[in-house]
């Protein structure tokens, strides 16, 4: 059975860093591009970042540009998402999700064929 699974949340002083991770199983991830999505407390869902299957194309929201760096390692099914100089604003749920279309990768939900269930990300002094 196929599942994507986020790891590596939690609380962080503002400025500080924090690494996810998202582990794939039943599914071979070079067949597909991954998008972390965020959702914060009374906000609507947002595509951070996003990168195609070979690595070639990322694409990233302005609001992370310059911190937030998205990797994957296609051996080991697994993708990260590496913030620094984490804000208060950054405070969301984060899902790693994949999308099996060819090409550049997508920072709309619509696009995505699977979903995490996420990791709370909490910046906070």
């Known amino acids: 059975q196929a599942q994507v699974v986020e790891t590596g949340g939690g609380l962080v002083q503002p400025g500080g860093s924090l690494r996810l991770s998202c582990a794939v199983s039943?599914?071979?991830?070079?067949?597909?591009?991954v998008t972390w999505f965020r959702r914060a407390p009374g906000k609507e869902r947002e595509g951070v970042v996003c990168?195609?299957?070979?690595?070639?194309?990322?694409d990233h929201a302005d609001s992370v540009k310059g911190r937030f760096t998205i990797s994957r390692d296609n051996a080991k099914n697994m993708a990260y998402l590496q913030m620094n100089q984490l804000k208060p604003e950054d405070t969301a749920v984060y899902y790693c999700?994949?999308?099996?279309?060819?090409?550049?990768?997508?920072?709309?939900?619509?696009?995505?064929?699977?979903w995490g269930k996420g990791t709370q990300v909490t910046v906070s002094s």
């Open positions: 999700t994949l999308d099996r279309r060819a090409g550049i990768c997508s920072m709309s939900s619509a696009d995505m064929d699977w």
């Open positions: 039943g599914l071979t991830l070079t067949d597909y591009a």
């Open positions: 990168i195609s299957r070979s690595s070639e194309w990322t």
